[in-house]
């Protein structure tokens, strides 16, 4: 489907995205288009934090839950952006849909979800992604690929019977955003850009056009 197909079908993913009153309508509504022309991973998300030294560190995740708070995504607390998120809980996400040509930005601070959350979320996934949630020490040297086969192995063999329960450094973190940005490309590089922002997760959004 064409961008100019989409526009008249839906303005406020398209031309006049900057009629929305929210960021979470309108976010919903471009993820949506993204499922439908994306090849890969639509859901795909930069995670940026920063370390202790204040150094800024980047990786890709992906969004596994949206709501009225905000961003979700899954991790072990125990690798560096567990601990960077530990030490400094806020984060920054990037969006980039190149095949719609648009890209929305976050920012705000972090919190960690309930156990049940976590509990519920982690039910749902392929057992080997259970197995794998308990084997790897991710982001933790590995001294070579056999290390990490033989801990699936044994994973595998202890959780041999019945369900693989979470582990208790695996959960989800939710970005509670307070500036929520929409670019879309035009010609010229003239992009349409708004950002919606507020002092706190817990205050009105306030909405403010920006030049390209």
């Not at 039910?123 to 080997?128: I, K, Q, S, V």
């Not at 020490?137 to 001294?143: A, C, D």
Request: hydrophobic share 40%.
């Amino acid at each position: 489907m064409s961008d100019s197909a989409m526009e008249t079908q839906n303005p406020l993913t398209s031309g006049d995205f900057t009629a929305a009153g929210e960021p979470f309508r309108l976010f919903s509504e471009w993820l949506a288009d993204a499922e439908r022309s994306e090849p890969n991973d639509p859901n795909a998300m930069m995670l940026a934090t920063v370390d202790a030294d204040g150094l800024p560190d980047a990786r890709m995740v992906l969004l596994k839950g949206l709501d009225a708070r905000g961003f979700v995504f899954f991790t072990n607390t125990e690798s560096n952006k567990g601990r960077e998120l530990a030490t400094n809980p806020k984060a920054a996400l990037v969006f980039h849909w190149k095949s719609l040509r648009r890209q929305v930005r976050v920012r705000g601070p972090v919190e960690q979800v309930t156990d049940a959350e976590a509990d519920a979320y982690f039910a749902t996934r392929p057992r080997l992604s259970q197995i794998g949630a308990w084997a790897s020490q991710q982001s933790r040297p590995l001294e070579g690929r056999f290390a990490l086969e033989a801990a699936v192995a044994t994973t595998t063999a202890r959780y041999a019977i019945g369900t693989v329960p979470r582990p208790p450094h695996w959960t989800g973190f939710r970005i509670l955003p307070v500036a929520v940005e929409f670019w879309h490309d035009r010609p010229f590089r003239l992009h349409d850009r708004i950002v919606f922002s507020r002092p706190s997760a817990e205050d009105a959004w306030e909405k403010t056009r920006l030049y390209p």
